[in-house]
């Protein structure tokens, strides 16, 4: 275009876009109601106390193969001995199945590998519960979802109990004590101590899930006070939502024997060595949780046998888990569903709609291996914008650009009114499973509140116009619109938006593929970024996105309670999509600061239930105006677990307070002696001694 004809395109551009703008753009809504679906089965509610206690009981039991080979040779000490002094003993009557007996496996799939052992520093072990069963919390949430609402409270774990200073600034937590890693070493509170000193505090360090100081809120501080005791001060007081973050998989500590000697601080380590120090090939290492990993063989299995210094028991003094193994195989998780359905695993959490239709058949038939029990809306995609434009992942030119749109809320309609939930939804299975998501908490979230939810429905028009309200146009006419030509560095250009996102699972790859069909049939050229595992993890964590597409991760959008500061950025690592850039700050936009204040006044409002629903209405108003992610779907999930295993507690969601791994307990479960089978890989042994070269004993 020559420059004397400058002028007069810009206002015939100028004059088209106000008037498209006004006529075109559809105004936003409530969300449709979700389609009719009641399969889902309920719990028996009951409070903490009917779940566990802590008490010394008469006398305690193991599997008899364990006494024979192991204490009656001296190898290992008597259960007793084993045992802390109080252990955490479950009762009988919230074992829907009772008392159980030893033996069997329980046979998982998953779709990760293993990073290494070294979860406090950011190694992840392959997902799929394999680090749920291996490192116990300070606290536990998965078992809440049977609480009754008024009695909500985390479970008490490593953390025995909790008391309050009354000024509500100061929680002492009793440590269980006399408990002992696999390996018989003392656990104490200097595990907690080099996991929070050493790890969290150590801004070279990420620990996997990325727990980070402001996770326990900004300003906050630990200190051991003996062996078995420990105290955290918060700014503010009786911030009781930080006491769920403490559970998995934000507040799990390792064992400090094995890791401080590898730490830089206290080593002529680097980091990455400190990271990599212990290798998946690494045996027998000690953990808190009921089953120790013995074999490990690439791309094919890890197997865990029970952790003999396991510190829990049932009423009847039976140390757990009643299960002896667990097996991982290394599959993918697409094969983890066949699997379960197959029989050849035995569980599985149903998350991928596009298996729904065919495992609802399977299941039904009287000859099915596994029973599957749909549970509420727990599982919802969101497509996030990263709101840095200080510098977060180092963005280059092209990139900044994008970043400075993000934060435009016109930009962010556009995204999100080319969105068509509807077919989105559809693509991945026909029938009543999704519905329309806009974005913001759940539906089934019980802080949900239809009425302060701000849907913008699907309109391309809308978007065109919006697009070319910010001068957005296709000026070379390839069909996809340009950057304005005063944009820096990239003016003139095609728009380009990189959308990274999970290239292993199905769900997620088919909703790459219909969102960007959808922005480019609307003119955003958008390309898919598709990475897997640590890689993924890494972009993420590392702010190098433009847009990230995702199963949202926290359950915060659902329970509210728990994670509740990584509700908005309220400190410089909290948020997922919006970070601290280069000098440390973050650059929040308005509203997003009108979310900050709202969800710390949240935090602290735990004794006033009718505020925090008023706080959760604005929140989601915000969220959902705003586009502060662009919501894509929403949709139950199923548990499937072998018909074998009884003690499985009614009701249990795949994912709520936490995974279904969790939730089910599965150091409760068990198999009745007639139907035991004999998948067992390393019968009659127990973990030996940590090491590269180690392996089960006999
Ligand atoms: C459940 C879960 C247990 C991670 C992972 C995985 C990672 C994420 C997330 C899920 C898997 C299963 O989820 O899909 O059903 O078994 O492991 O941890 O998707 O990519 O980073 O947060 O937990
Ligand atoms: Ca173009």
């Known amino acids: 275009m020559s420059r004397r004809l400058q002028p007069l395109a810009a206002v015939l551009m100028l004059s ?16 449709p109601d979700p389609p009719k679906f009641s399969a889902q089965s309920t719990p028996n509610f009951v409070t903490v106390d009917d779940i566990l206690t802590f008490e010394a009981l008469p006398a305690y039991h193991e599997p008899e193969w364990l006494t024979k080979n192991f204490v009656s040779t001296g190898k290992l000490p008597p259960v007793k001995d084993r045992l802390p002094k109080e252990p955490l003993v479950y009762k009988k009557a919230n074992m829907v199945d009772g ?3 030893y033996g069997d496996v329980l046979r998982h799939v998953i779709g ?37 609402p008024e009695a909500l409270e985390p479970l008490p774990n490593l953390a025995r109990d909790w008391t309050w200073s009354e000024d509500g600034h100061r929680l002492t937590m009793r440590l269980i004590e006399g408990a002992k890693w696999s390996d018989g070493v003392p656990f104490s509170s200097d595990d907690v101590m080099f996991y929070w000193n050493d790890n969290v505090l150590d801004p070279n360090v990420t620990p996997t899930n990325g727990a980070s100081p402001e996770t326990f809120g900004v300003g906050t501080t630990l200190k051991a006070i003996d062996d078995n005791t420990i105290e955290w001060t918060f700014r503010d007081a009786f911030p009781k939502s930080f006491i769920y973050a403490m559970a998995y998989g934000t507040f799990c500590p390792g064992p400090a024997h094995l890791l401080k000697p590898q730490h830089p601080k206290y080593s002529k380590n680097t980091y990455d060595q400190y990271r990599n120090a212990f290798p998946p090939e690494f045996m027998n290492w ?10 490990y063989r690439p791309d094919d299995i890890i197997v865990l046998r029970r952790n003999p210094y396991y510190w829990k028991v049932d009423e009847a003094g039976n140390q757990l888990p009643y299960l002896d193994e667990v097996q991982y195989k290394l599959s993918t998780w697409a094969n983890r569903d066949m699997m379960a359905a197959a029989g050849t695993g035995d569980y599985t959490n149903l998350e991928q709609p596009e298996g729904y239709v065919e495992a609802l058949k399977r299941s039904a038939e009287p000859d099915a291996p596994a029973r599957l029990a749909f ?9 996030y914008p990263n709101l840095s434009a200080n510098g977060w992942g180092e963005p280059d030119v092209r990139a900044q650009a994008v970043r400075e749109l993000n934060r435009n809320i ?3 309609k556009a995204i999100t ?25 759940y539906k089934d979230s019980p802080y949900y509140d239809k009425a302060s939810t701000v849907y913008y429905p699907f309109s391309p028009e809308s978007s065109s116009a919006l697009l070319a309200k910010l001068g957005l146009v296709d000026t070379d006419g390839d069909g996809f619109v340009n950057f304005p030509k005063e944009t820096p560095g990239v003016g003139g250009q095609n728009l380009k938006i990189i959308i990274t996102g999970d290239s292993q699972i199905v769900t997620d790859t088919d909703l790459m593929q219909g969102v960007i069909a959808q922005l480019q049939k609307a003119g955003i050229e958008a390309i898919p970024n598709s990475l897997q595992g640590a890689t993924l993890t890494s972009t993420e964590q590392a702010g190098k996105f433009d847009w990230m597409l995702m199963r949202n991760v926290g359950s915060e959008l659902l329970t509210v309670v728990q994670n509740t500061a990584s509700l908005a950025p309220t400190g410089p690592r909290t948020s997922l999509f919006h970070r601290a850039g280069t000098d440390g700050s973050l650059d929040l936009l308005p509203y997003e600061e009108k979310m900050v204040d709202i969800v710390n006044a949240f935090i602290l409002s735990s004794k006033d239930p009718a505020k925090r629903v008023e706080l959760m209405k604005d929140y989601q108003k915000l969220y959902t105006e705003n586009v502060n992610g662009v919501g894509l779907t929403e949709y139950a999930a199923a548990l499937v677990i072998g018909k074998r295993f009884a003690n499985v507690p009614p009701g249990t969601p795949n994912f709520m307070y936490n995974w279904g791994e969790d939730s089910v307990m599965r150091e409760r479960l068990y198999v009745p002696k007639d139907k035991q089978k004999d998948y067992e890989l390393h019968p009659a042994s127990l973990p030996g001694k940590p090491g590269m070269s180690g392996g089960p004993v006999q």
Do not use: H
């Open 16 to 31: 088209t876009f106000s008037g498209v703008a006004r006529a075109d753009i559809v105004p936003p809504t409530v969300p």
């Open 99 to 101: 008392i159980g007996v």
């Open 112 to 148: 990760g590998r293993p990073e290494g052992w070294n979860y406090q520093a950011g190694q992840a072990q392959g997902w799929g519960g394999i680090d749920i069963g291996m490192f116990e919390c300070l606290t536990r949430t998965g078992p809440l979802f049977q609480l009754k």
């Open 286 to 295: 000690p953990v808190m949780g009921a089953w120790v990993p013995v074999e």
């Open 375 to 383: 549970g509420p809306r727990t599982i919802a995609y969101t497509l």
């Open 410 to 412: 016109d930009f962010r």
């Open 417 to 441: 009114y080319v969105i068509d939930r509807k077919s989105l939804g559809e693509s991945l299975a026909k029938g009543p499973f999704t519905a329309i998501y806009p974005g913001g908490l």
